[in-house]
């Protein structure tokens, strides 16, 4: 079953403005990795987060995570027309499985 | 990053029939993963894919109706059986990348199937 949820379901901005997209997970995790989809296509990989990790950056990307709270968050800074895409979290569990359980998805619409 | 491809990257198919879906992968992996994406929802793993052993299919997918091939460290295959219209979705392969930095799973770029 999914374990994640994302919100919000869909988020629309104006170009330049700043994104925020929410994750929540269930059960613990060995790390948290965030993907982007245009258009279903494939996925393209963004950033990983361990679970012993709080905050990461790549570029005008920042994960933040909180384990006690079982959530993460993706910002992304100063977004772009092509930003335009859905948002997924990705979590891989506890105990060494390589299995990734999805969250729902945000799909973002970033408008010129 | 890993070099992934599958075929083909659309069809629309009668039901009743079956799709084989091939992933071609650029160097030798251990797992390969295969998901489903139906319209407008998430990602669910339908089996993981080890080379020389039976797949391994999550719970509400059966070998009958999604049969899995491993034959070797860079390629597999994975069939649609007696599709349905509620089979049409995006398929995707994906391998899971380890090294001492980081276990990044990369995906393909998908199969968007149709059934009518």
């Known amino acids: 079953s999914q374990q994640g949820e994302e919100d919000p379901q869909a988020l629309s901005i104006q170009e330049g403005e700043n994104a925020t997209m929410n994750c929540s997970y269930k059960t613990s995790i060995n790390n948290l990795q965030w993907y982007r989809q245009n258009s279903g296509r494939g996925l393209v990989h963004l950033i990983l987060?361990?679970?012993?990790?709080r905050e990461k950056h790549s570029g005008r990307l920042r994960v933040t995570l909180d384990t006690s709270k079982k959530s993460s968050s993706l910002l992304i800074t100063a977004s772009r027309a092509a930003d335009t895409a859905s948002y997924f979290c990705?979590?891989?569990?506890?105990?060494?499985?390589?299995?990734?359980?999805f969250g729902k998805g945000t799909k973002l619409t970033v408008n010129p | 990053s890993a070099v992934i491809s599958q075929k083909p990257s659309r069809d629309i198919c009668q039901r009743g029939t079956s799709l084989t879906i091939q992933c071609q992968v650029d160097?030798?992996?251990?797992?390969m993963f295969w998901y489903r994406q139906q319209p407008g929802q998430s990602l669910t793993l339908i089996a993981t894919a080890n080379q020389g052993s039976e797949a391994t299919y999550e719970s509400g997918f059966v070998i009958d109706k999604f049969p899995i091939s491993r034959p070797n460290l860079t390629f597999s295959t994975l069939t649609v059986s007696n599709m349905s219209p509620e089979d049409s979705s995006i398929y995707l392969c994906?391998?899971?990348?380890?090294?001492?930095?980081?276990?990044?799973?990369?995906f393909g770029p998908g199969t968007r199937l149709t059934v009518l």
């Open positions: 987060i361990r679970s012993n990790e």
């Open positions: 160097s030798q992996v251990t797992m």
């Open positions: 994906s391998v899971d990348r380890r090294t001492v930095s980081t276990d990044t799973q990369y």
């Open positions: 990705a979590s891989s569990t506890q105990g060494g499985s390589e299995k990734l359980v």
